[in-house]
């Protein structure tokens, strides 16, 4: 049986008032995500669990054709109504498909490329939807994978720092969850050679990006907010140029890649 929420929404996930360090985070990821995809007019573009549509309505507004496919008839509903809201005139609204990422209602090789951010970890079989990426993709289009990394530096600086707490001052757990574990609605935990290795079957991976470090760690957010604009800004800068030469210790991971050719022995 299938254990997933048909009616999620995000109002769980949707920060509310962020902080500079996540507002960075958030921008930056979409960012190299959109930008992977080369997502120029008129190009054919499936945003695979588009949620509630924020990215294929971007892509849609610098003039590709989108297509987004979300299993969740709330999140459908919400792309409609922003898409409605956030296109300017002689923009090709997307088309919103109710489809689950290792089942995608599509031919092979329809899309110009396919990208999927920040939803792997909520797939039961995000192997399987890697498959389907590669398969509805052109050969020579490109496959794009963004995702947290639970490895990240300060996943494990926060985790040191814990243990000390717990094992060495013998000082109870801290409250709510720990920002290295992750949360109840994930069924993956990702770091960069799980992504690598479930991606490699089905991709010919040609670069893996680094965005951003020290996201959560502690005291970071409320140090980001008390220091000026100008000095925090350079600071995130400065992390990500470091992210991306070590997506190792990066906040999040994108695997930008292209369907392997012996695709036939990905299918699910
Ligand atoms: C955290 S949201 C990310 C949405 C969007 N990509 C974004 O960046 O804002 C995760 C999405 O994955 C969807 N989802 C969960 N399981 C899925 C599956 N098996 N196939 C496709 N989408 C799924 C959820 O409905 C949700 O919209």
């Avoid at 398969?135 to 600086?157: E, H, M, P, Q, Y």
């Avoid at 020290?214 to 008390?226: I, R, S, V, Y």
């Avoid at 000095?231 to 992210?243: E, F, H, M």
């Amino acid at each position: 049986m299938r254990v997933v929420d048909l009616d999620r929404d995000m109002s769980d996930v949707i920060p509310t008032g962020m902080s500079p360090d996540s507002e960075f985070l958030f921008a930056r990821m979409t960012e190299a995500t959109l930008h992977a995809t080369c997502a120029d007019p008129g190009r054919l573009v499936l945003d695979v669990a588009s949620g509630f549509g924020q990215d294929s309505i971007s892509l849609a507004r610098g003039g590709a054709r989108v297509i987004g496919a979300e299993p969740s008839e709330r999140m459908t509903a919400m792309a409609q109504l922003l898409g409605g809201e956030d296109l300017e005139q002689g923009d090709l609204a997307p088309d919103w498909v109710r489809g689950w990422a290792d089942a995608l209602p599509f031919e092979d090789a329809s899309f110009d490329a396919t990208f999927c951010k920040g939803a792997m970890d909520h797939f039961d079989d995000p192997e399987a939807a890697i498959a389907e990426m590669a398969r509805v993709t052109k050969r020579d289009g490109r496959v794009v994978l963004a995702i947290a990394n639970f490895d990240s530096l300060a996943c494990r600086v926060t985790r040191a720092i814990d243990e000390f707490r717990e094992d060495w001052l013998g000082w109870g757990p801290m409250r709510g969850r720990r920002g290295y574990d992750t949360p109840s609605d994930h069924f993956t935990r990702y770091e960069l050679d799980l992504m690598k290795e479930q991606a490699a079957r089905y991709v010919e991976i040609e670069r893996v990006q680094g965005v951003s470090i020290g996201w959560g760690l502690p005291g970071w957010a409320t140090l980001a907010c008390l220091l000026p604009r100008p000095l925090v800004d350079p600071i995130l800068r400065g992390l990500d140029a470091l992210a991306r030469q070590f997506p190792t210790l990066a906040d999040v991971i994108v695997v930008v890649g292209r369907p392997r050719l012996d695709r036939s022995t990905s299918s699910p």
